[in-house]
T-cell receptor, first 111, second 115 residues
């Protein structure tokens, strides 16, 4: 069953605004991944996190591995139209081999 | 360029027919995966393979079958036993071991419609 809670489910923002989304779980994770999916395409890996407290940036994107190891956050600064899409978190629970995926956050930007 | 290819992009079938989706990668990855994506849901794992001629069931394997005869190829067959086959199917691959082995890279997907 679903082990990751991703929020918000959707966001409607103005171009130039900052964006924040997160994933939480009751389980402890060893790995957090953030993906972006454009309509009709496969997800693209944005950021990978491997240590509690780790903060990693990829351009205007910044992701953090929560210190409790049960959550992760993704921030997008100064959003632009090409940021539109669905953002997924994925993680590996401690002791497991497979990834579990959040349900996604759909980002819509008004120009 | 290295990457994962899936073909075809769109596939239409009549109910009761088996259909095979292709997935090829030239990333030299050992592990390959098949996921199913339905609207508003996260990705659900169907099957995965870590080595040629071996594969394991994921969370929703019923009604699906796979083969792994070559390292580069991992085709998925959607059988007539799958009750609700219409979905977007994604193939992914990763290295097998080491700290980055959980970074999965996805193909462009195949949208299957069964009527």
């Amino acid at each position: 069953g679903q082990q990751l809670n991703q929020s918000p489910q959707s966001m409607f923002i103005q171009e130039g605004e900052d964006v924040s989304m997160n994933c939480t779980s009751s389980s402890i994770f060893n790995t957090w991944l953030w993906y972006k999916q454009d309509p009709g395409e496969g997800p693209v890996l944005l950021i990978a996190l491997y240590k509690a407290g780790e903060l990693t940036s990829n351009g205007r994107l910044t992701a953090q591995f929560g210190i409790t190891r049960k959550d992760s956050f993704l921030n997008i600064s100064a959003s632009i139209p090409s940021d539109v899409g669905i953002y997924f978190c994925a993680g590996r629970i401690q002791g497991a081999q497979k990834l579990v995926f959040g349900q996604g956050t759909r980002l819509t930007i008004n120009p | 360029d290295g990457g994962i290819t899936q073909s075809p992009k769109y596939l239409f079938r009549k109910e009761g027919q088996n259909v095979t989706l292709s997935c090829e990668q030239n990333l030299n990855h050992d592990a390959m995966y098949w996921y199913r994506q339905d609207p508003g849901q996260g990705l659900r794992l169907i099957y995965y393979s870590q080595i040629v001629n071996d594969f394991q069931k994921g969370d929703i394997a019923e009604g699906y079958s796979v083969s792994r005869e070559k390292k580069e190829s991992f085709p998925l067959t959607v059988t007539s036993a799958q009750k609700n086959p219409t979905a977007f199917y994604l193939c992914a691959s990763s290295i097998l071991a080491g700290p980055y082995s959980y970074e999965q890279y996805f193909g462009p997907g195949t949208r299957l419609t069964v009527t």
